[in-house]
């Protein structure tokens, strides 16, 4: 069963899109006893293979992004403030007064203008992120200088919480998958497999790109997390996925259209082994698999994702049975796909 204990230390790592070494370290250390090969590439990407029971009849290749979303320090101001910039996608509506960490140790906060002080039309708009800024409580930029430079990460201040059968954590994406990959190479497998886990995914699916240059697999299976829009206020017929039903399997985003057997695969495994399952039920978003998939001469790929709720926010929701849910499939499939199943 996959370990929570593992994905909480994983999400308490600070790891913006280019700044993922913390949390590569950690991932270095948790697999090396159990990895037959292992490097790290030019841009930071953990390639690791697992030498299993027998050859495959089909390469795989399993990826999970080590990277989270959050921002990153341009400027500082002579009055002591910061000005930042988005690494990745993040809803804007969200940051103003949120607690952050900068480089993961220097505490803050995100502000704007007063709401007492705003003017007309200002208090019914969101505030633009160049009207942001983040405040250390430094008095001016000299002291401010003394803790932080320009080009320095900053990412979201959110506990991990695992509480009433939910996980409760910023980093869930794609941290939940990278725990699961995680927990697959210490065991035993059938057959050989490469895992990958990807720097940079959040900011253009950079990584994973010359990652599978490098793997050059046949097949390839993403895991990943998934935004869940079953909250208030949204329409059933645009909720993608809901927290609590299962691993989710896409058919098609905006990068990707899955390779079809490989699904249908994936469906099979799950009714045979009475796991719950569900489809993300819109065309939106991508993943790793994006990059993957057009590499070299094609990979066939798929991906099995965790359904998240606030994703690319400052903390985002799972439920735990759908993790270890995951995992069942993301094991079986990953065994099934090596064994030459799935075939065109």
């Known amino acids: 069963m996959a370990d929570i204990t593992l994905l909480k230390q994983l999400c308490e790592l600070c790891g913006i899109s280019g700044r993922e070494h913390k949390v590569a370290d950690v991932i270095i250390k948790e697999i090396s ?11 930071g990407n953990i390639i690791a293979f697992k030498k299993g029971v027998k050859e495959p009849a089909v390469r795989l290749m399993l990826s999970a992004h080590m990277d989270e979303v ?14 930042f910039a988005e690494v990745g996608g993040i809803d804007r509506r969200i940051l103003c007064a949120k607690p952050v960490l900068i480089n993961g140790v220097i505490p803050g906060v ?11 039309d200002e208090r ?43 996980i409760i954590s910023r980093a869930l994406d794609d941290r939940a998958g990278c725990a699961i990959l995680i927990d697959m190479i210490k065991e ?6 490469t895992f990958v886990f990807c ?5 253009g699916l950079r990584g994973s790109a010359t990652a599978a240059y490098t793997v050059d697999p046949q097949a390839a299976l993403v895991v990943e997390t998934t935004t869940a829009g079953d909250i208030a206020g949204v329409e059933p017929n645009r909720q993608v996925c809901h927290v609590g039903q299962g691993p989710v399997l896409s058919f ?20 045979e082994q009475n796991i719950p399952c569900q489809t993300k039920q819109a065309v939106a978003g991508g993943n790793d698999a994006g990059a993957i998939h057009t590499t070299r001469g094609g990979v066939r790929t798929m991906a099995v994702s965790v359904a998240c709720r606030y994703l690319h926010g400052p903390a985002s929701l799972i439920a735990e049975q759908d993790y270890h849910d995951t995992e069942r499939l993301v094991r079986e499939l990953a065994i099934r796909m090596a064994a030459g199943e799935g075939t065109l």
Do not use: W
């Open 124 to 166: 019914g708009k969101s505030v633009p992120v160049s009207d942001m800024y983040i405040d250390i409580g430094a008095k001016d930029k000299e002291e401010a200088e003394k803790y932080v430079s320009p080009g320095d990460s900053i990412t979201f201040d959110a506990g991990f919480h695992s509480d009433r059968e939910t």
């Open 188 to 193: 035993e497998l059938p057959y050989d497999m």
């Open 33 to 43: 006893p159990y990895a037959t090969t292992l490097q790290k590439d030019a841009l």
């Open 110 to 120: 995100i502000g704007a203008k007063p709401i007492h002080l705003l003017e007309g």
């Open 199 to 203: 720097v940079q995914e959040e900011v």
């Open 252 to 271: 098609m985003d905006h990068r990707t259209i899955y390779d079809k057997p490989y699904f249908d695969l994936a469906m099979q495994i799950a009714k």
């Open 70 to 83: 959050g921002l990153m320090v341009t400027y500082i101001g002579e009055n002591g403030l910061l000005k």
